[in-house]
């Protein structure tokens, strides 16, 4: 999964970088379909579950699964316009990096932000 992330995640740089998302309100779209498609779905699951034990679990539902979504575009082929698989794969990806950090944030009693802050320093100079 970890080579299938980089993957998908090159494919994204390329397209911030050269391709259809190089245009910053291009690139806002996806974004905020997928702030949509992380709030919409835990609001339906805090709806059903509005008390009790499960009611915890409202990050839980805001994850999209990208790999079902490349599939399906794959499945697709050149049927779908190459900007509406850029798009999609985008909201893919904001949508399960935010899941990331909600789960992270919200599911964790202990954040180690310290290990975060370390992580921002330069490795190696020719990498800064």
């Not at 990096?97 to 180690?112: E, H, K, N, P, R």
Request: aromatic residues 10%; glycine residues 10%; neutral net charge.
């Amino acid at each position: 999964m970890a080579v299938f992330f980089f993957v998908v995640g090159l494919e994204i740089k390329r397209e911030l970088v050269d391709g259809h998302l190089r245009n910053r309100r291009a690139a806002l779209l996806p974004a905020a379909g997928a702030l949509g498609g992380m709030v919409v779905p835990a609001a339906v699951y805090l709806v059903f579950n509005q008390s009790g034990d499960a009611s915890t679990g409202w990050g839980i539902p805001m994850a999209t699964d990208i790999a079902f979504a490349v599939g399906i575009l794959s499945l697709l082929g050149n049927r779908i316009s190459t900007p509406l698989k850029v798009f999609l794969l985008s909201l893919a990806i904001v949508d399960d990096m935010g899941a990331i950090i909600v789960i992270a944030v919200f599911y964790t009693s202990d954040l180690a932000t310290g290990w975060l802050a370390w992580l921002q320093r330069p490795q190696w100079p020719w990498l800064c």
